[in-house]
């Protein structure tokens, strides 16, 4: 079974520059998460879609921060104007919701973005 | 506000020994605690789940303590090995039909050999 792919790996910007991340979740999970993970810090949630619905974005800096969730499956998040303190990794997660427990969060890679 | 607090920052281990990470947490509405591991470049991977019905679960050499009325769990490695060296998170779930996890700030274990 493949697992969560997302892309860019990594990424460099400079401040005020946009910049987008591509998620897409393993096959038939409903529910997909993004996370901003700093350096060495946990991950913290940014915004969790249920099929392509928002459940949760009250994290999400909304000011500069945008996230979609198109037909239900991919996702992108997306950065503008971006601030030095953006930089982290950007970690994309899916659960599969099964009579509506899915506590099961698969991770992707994550995209590695540094803000100049 | 829901917090995970998450102990050591940092664990040296020699090969075979124990290693042990603390976690404690805040809101009593908590009732799904897993715990991840991550290798440098990776994503985290869930290693091993509790809810708060059960005290203790053990996988392989991966037991999770849980202790609901000092709201606190811990991770226990058996027998670790120079490959679990990796940075460790504990989290916490609401549960319901919100499944935010709410990470610790984790633990570096490093094993040596």
């Known amino acids: 079974e493949a697992g969560v792919a997302q892309s860019p790996r990594y990424k460099i910007i400079e401040k005020r520059q946009s910049v987008a991340f591509w998620c897409n979740p393993i096959?038939?999970?409903?529910?997909l998460y993004w996370y901003q993970q700093i350096l060495g810090q946990g991950p913290k949630l940014l915004i969790q879609f249920q099929n392509n619905g928002v459940v949760d974005d009250s994290q999400l800096p909304k000011d500069r921060f945008s996230a979609e969730r198109l037909k239900g499956v991919d996702s992108t998040l997306k950065i503008q104007p971006a601030k030095l303190e953006d930089s982290a990794v950007y970690l994309c997660?899916?659960?599969?919701?099964?009579?509506?427990?899915?506590?099961?969060?698969?991770f992707g890679p994550g995209t590695r973005l540094t803000v100049t | 506000q829901q917090q995970v607090k998450q102990s050591p920052q940092s664990l040296i281990v020699q090969k075979g020994g124990i290693s042990i990470i603390n976690c404690a947490y805040e809101n009593t509405a908590f009732d799904y605690f897993p715990w991840y591991q991550q290798f440098p470049g990776k994503g985290p991977a869930l290693l091993i789940a509790?809810?708060?019905?059960?005290s203790e679960k053990k996988e392989g050499r991966f037991t999770i303590s849980f202790n609901k009325s000092a709201k606190q769990f811990s991770l226990h490695i058996m027998d670790s090995q120079p490959g679990d060296s990796a940075t460790y998170f504990c989290a916490a779930s609401l549960g319901g039909s919100n499944y935010k996890l709410t990470f610790g700030k984790g633990t570096l274990l490093t094993v040596n050999p």
């Open positions: 096959s038939g999970h409903a529910t």
């Open positions: 997660a899916s659960s599969l919701d099964v009579q509506g427990f899915s506590y099961e969060q698969y």
């Open positions: 509790i809810r708060p019905d059960v």
